[in-house]
């Protein structure tokens, strides 16, 4: 079964804050992976792909791949409120591509 | 900047009935998607669309479900007979040659 697991919040963190996101992947041959954010009745909007180990930085944002531990992040530096929404780990697994559950972060002013 | 459209925004209808979701994927791109996400659950894979035909299907995407490129444009799913539970929101993606998907706005089915 090819699973992505996310821890499914809510994550709440102050403004100004660094934010964490987190995901598993069931599938070692996996080699692309994705983070979308998705405001509430919305679709969801890529944010960062990475496709190779290590770190991956794009403005606030940062996504961290390790193939090895099967294990991809996402962290947000100086998190706004307009940051809250849900944020979905996705991974391109034999031409489909699977999503996780997805993380609530809330950015409290 | 372009982008993956989808119409209608809502598409209303009674159980039993035949349902037929429209996309226009971004111009230049040659992969197509469709996902579907239940009220408060995760997007699920339905079927993977290249060459004008389905490379890839879950094993949701059923006899019910099929899908069309009539034309150069229009990317098509069809939902024979719907059921209760095909009551969902329906994404079109899209994609050129790299894996990035860039998603529809999506449209809202009801089925009663």
């Known amino acids: 079964q090819k699973e992505v697991e996310q821890n499914s919040g809510p994550l709440s963190v102050p403004e100004g804050a660094i934010a964490s996101l987190n995901c598993t992947y069931s599938?070692?041959?996996?080699?692309?992976f994705f983070w979308y954010r998705q405001y509430s009745g919305k679709s969801p909007e890529l944010i960062m792909s990475?496709?190779?180990?290590g770190d991956k930085e794009d403005g606030r944002f940062t996504a961290q791949l390790n193939k090895a531990s099967q294990y991809v992040s996402l962290l947000i530096r100086d998190s706004q409120p307009s940051d809250s929404a849900t944020y979905l780990c996705a991974v391109n697994m034999n031409n489909d591509m699977r999503f996780g559950a997805g993380t609530r972060l809330t950015v409290k002013p | 900047e372009p982008e993956v459209t989808q119409t209608p925004s809502h598409q209303v209808t009674q159980m039993g009935q035949e349902v037929i979701l429209r996309c226009v994927p971004i111009?230049?791109?040659?992969?197509f998607y469709w996902y579907r996400q239940i009220l408060g659950q995760k997007v699920e894979f339905l079927v993977s669309?290249?060459?004008?035909?389905?490379?890839?299907k879950s094993e949701i995407f059923d006899d019910q479900f099929s899908v069309e490129r009539p034309d150069g444009s229009n990317f098509t799913l069809k939902i024979r007979s719907t059921k209760l539970e095909d009551s969902a929101m329906y994404f079109c993606?899209?994609?050129?040659?790299?894996?990035?998907?860039?998603f529809g706005p999506g449209t809202r089915l009801t089925v009663l």
């Open positions: 990475i496709y190779s180990n």
């Open positions: 993606a899209s994609r050129w040659g790299t894996n990035e998907q860039f």
């Open positions: 111009s230049n791109h040659l992969y």
């Open positions: 599938d070692r041959g996996s080699q692309s």
């Open positions: 669309f290249y060459n004008n035909e389905i490379s890839e």
